[in-house]
């Protein structure tokens, strides 16, 4: 069955709440999907969580963060000098968890994310992105968000979901979101009943997905789509086109916020907007503890319609 949830602040003095609020959001969708949940979150440099380094001089790009998960034990301290050794670059390491962590590094990305798989296999990133923090696990959303303190985090945006498996594995890999490119994450309710198809003819394009997860072909779809640089409107547009089956999905960037349905709709999601913020759910409770949200324009998303909110 699945849970999303999803919100842009426009009002900067909501940033500080950005975790709590999406806390309250996430652990409303419990039951539409108990067996593993995820979050990302996006914040200013300025504004990301306690201990994180800034952007560096004015003027500059922050460095790329990526956030780490491994399965087994792993002395994440260890493993930062390691890879500052191998790339060369400055690697700050910071433990978020036994098995995660936040990497920081001005390192180039694909030197970066090749010296993790050298230097620790058993190592998966979860996302990375110069603005995006995320985290996945197994587990009740309310277990989740509390064992990564999910609610001290602020940001300007985040999405988030609770997964009810029914055909893919429960494991982390097979959680959403699903980040397979910087800054880029994609939350899914539904099925896809193409996505072999579809899977099959990016990896004639030289495009690896990680797992057999159906919203995993869908992201990757979208991440390459912005690669050859069409716009988030049109990568979202080729999704409605290429793949067939019921679905919602929220898709989030450094800079938008987008939510789009299959022809029929049959997958549920409400919208409330205020001049503070944009908020998405599969359904209205998990909206009904936001402030202001009384005064709302509330609405259901049209069916193939393509909305998206940019900062």
């Not at 914040?43 to 201990?51: E, F, K, Y």
């Not at 699903?178 to 579809?198: E, I, K, R």
């Not at 003819?201 to 797992?211: I, K, M, Q, Y």
């Not at 409330?272 to 998990?286: F, G, K, N």
Request: charged share 20%.
């Amino acid at each position: 069955m699945c849970g999303i949830v999803g919100l842009h602040l426009k009002n900067p003095d909501l940033q500080p709440r950005c975790g709590e609020l999406l806390t309250v959001m996430l652990e409303a969708m419990t039951t539409r999907g108990p067996d593993s949940a995820g979050i990302a979150v996006y914040a200013d440099p300025a504004g990301s969580l306690a201990g994180s380094r800034g952007a560096g001089s004015p003027g500059t790009e922050p460095n790329m963060r990526y956030s780490l998960r491994s399965d087994a034990a792993t002395d994440w301290d260890l493993l930062g000098k390691a890879l500052a050794a191998d790339t060369g670059s400055e690697v700050s390491m910071r433990r978020l968890a036994p098995d995660s962590a936040v990497l920081e590094s001005p390192a180039a990305e694909a030197v970066l994310l090749a010296a993790v798989r050298r230097a620790a296999p058993e190592v998966t990133v979860a996302g990375y992105g110069r603005a995006m923090l995320l985290v996945k696990d197994v587990g009740a959303p309310a277990d989740i968000c509390a064992r990564y303190g999910i609610a001290g985090w602020s940001g300007y945006q985040g999405c988030g979901h609770t997964r009810m498996a029914t055909e893919s594995a429960v494991t982390t890999a097979h959680s959403h979101p699903f980040a397979p490119s910087a800054d880029l994450a994609l939350v899914h309710n539904g099925s896809f009943s193409n996505y072999a198809t579809v899977r099959g003819r990016l990896a004639r394009a030289g495009v690896h997905c990680d797992t057999d997860n159906d919203s995993e072909v869908a992201a990757r779809l979208v991440a390459t789509r912005l690669a050859e640089g069409s716009s988030l409107d049109d990568a979202l547009r080729t999704v409605l086109k290429e793949m067939d089956g019921f679905f919602t999905l929220l898709v989030t960037t450094r800079t938008q916020f987008a939510v789009v349905r299959d022809s029929f709709a049959c997958k549920p999601a409400v919208i409330a907007e205020t001049s503070d913020y944009v908020a998405m759910a599969s359904e209205y409770q998990a909206l009904a503890r936001l402030p202001g949200v009384t005064g709302a324009e509330v609405f259901e998303p049209m069916p193939e319609e393509i909305y998206v909110w940019s900062r």
